[in-house]
């Protein structure tokens, strides 16, 4: 399988842009988690720049802003491809500065109102009951519980704009003298927006097709039952549509060539892990919880554990849907998988 290639050896630094195709300009921000920093993107708009995701709400990263702002006069608008916090945290904001519109998809801009209320299911407490229906004892649940406060959306994206545009599957938006079409994909977020531009061959991926690390697929509260990891994989293989040479823009790491085998790597290490599952189902019923060590071969602090086991629960679910698992109910409530 041949490998990846990197035009760009350097990030830019935060509060510097990097030119990486013709009206195209990358920016770094930092992020106080573990994954250390998001890529954003400026298009060039009729006399401005359009804004695509913003990072978090935080007076590091809008110090930062306002250095890129010193070449920036006009924004028509900020483009989210996502609610997460890293990218629609200063939607708000930007858009109120500048007088911009923000255009996203529906999914995306009503979970972003969801989220910050804590309605529609978005608590944690939700959560916490599907992971441990799922088998998570309580020392974690109780951990788990105790640094809700330090992750809290509102505290990342402290406000959000009450209208919108609203951007579909296949709509075609023109940005300064270029066309870009929406792909809309499921799986990581409800409707996480991408924008290809055939004109300059490049696509603006968000966290649909990162480089090194695969995009954290979970099952979350609000559709306990859902099937996220088969909605990302068909999602992402739709990225075999575009050129094989489409220069990928994703949110974190650096911008790469070679879409195609990038899907098919992530196919392989999906493949890898139901084939592990699978292994260790072999000997007797295991919980989500009792397979955390299967998929993830590294001691999980809590936040890990947070992540970890709603992606575990999507492996599962994906193996029981596509008939590969059975799965049962015991007195106790705890759900159960075992080989089909
Ligand atoms: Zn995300």
Redesign the pocket.
């Known amino acids: 399988m041949s490998s990846l290639q990197y035009p760009w050896p350097e990030t830019p630094q935060p509060g510097t842009t990097l030119q990486v195709a013709p009206g195209v300009q990358w920016i770094s921000m930092p992020l106080p988690f573990q994954l250390d920093h998001i890529n954003l993107w400026l298009l060039e708009d009729e006399g401005g720049w359009t804004i695509v995701d913003c990072g978090i709400g935080n007076a590091d990263t809008r110090a930062h802003w306002e250095m890129i702002f010193k070449n920036i006069k006009r924004v028509p608008r900020v483009i989210l491809?996502?609610y997460?916090p890293?990218?629609a945290g200063n939607a708000d904001w930007l858009c109120k500065r500048f007088g911009a519109e923000l255009w996203t998809t529906q999914g995306e801009y009503l979970t972003a109102h969801a989220v910050r209320a804590s309605a529609a299911g978005y608590t944690v407490d939700a959560v916490l009951a599907v992971f441990k229906r799922n088998g998570l004892d309580e020392q974690h649940v109780h951990d788990m519980a105790a640094i809700r406060g330090n992750t809290k959306y509102s505290a990342l994206v402290p406000e959000f704009p009450h209208s919108y545009r609203r951007i579909l599957e296949g709509d075609t938006v023109r940005i300064g003298r270029h066309a870009w079409k929406a792909i809309v994909g499921h799986g990581?977020?409800p409707e996480?927006l991408s924008l290809y531009c055939p004109e300059l061959n490049v696509v603006i991926a968000?966290?649909m097709l990162l480089s090194t690390i695969s995009?954290?697929v979970s099952v979350w509260s609000i559709d306990p039952e859902g099937d996220p990891l088969r909605l990302f994989l068909e999602s992402v293989a739709r990225y075999r549509e575009l050129p094989k040479d489409v220069l990928v823009l994703p949110?974190h790491g650096k911008p790469f060539r070679g879409a195609h085998t990038r899907v098919a790597q992530l196919e392989k290490h999906h493949e890898a892990r139901f084939d592990e599952l699978k292994h260790a189902l072999k000997d007797r019923p295991k919980t989500a919880a009792e397979l955390l060590g299967v998929l993830f071969r590294r001691t999980l602090d809590a936040h890990q554990t947070f992540f970890a086991m709603g992606e575990a629960i999507a492996h599962l679910h994906y193996l029981y849907y596509a008939g590969q698992a059975r799965r049962s109910v015991g007195p106790d409530g705890v759900v159960r998988y075992a080989n089909a």
């Open positions: 491809t996502h997460h890293d990218h990581h977020a996480h968000g966290d995009t954290n949110s």
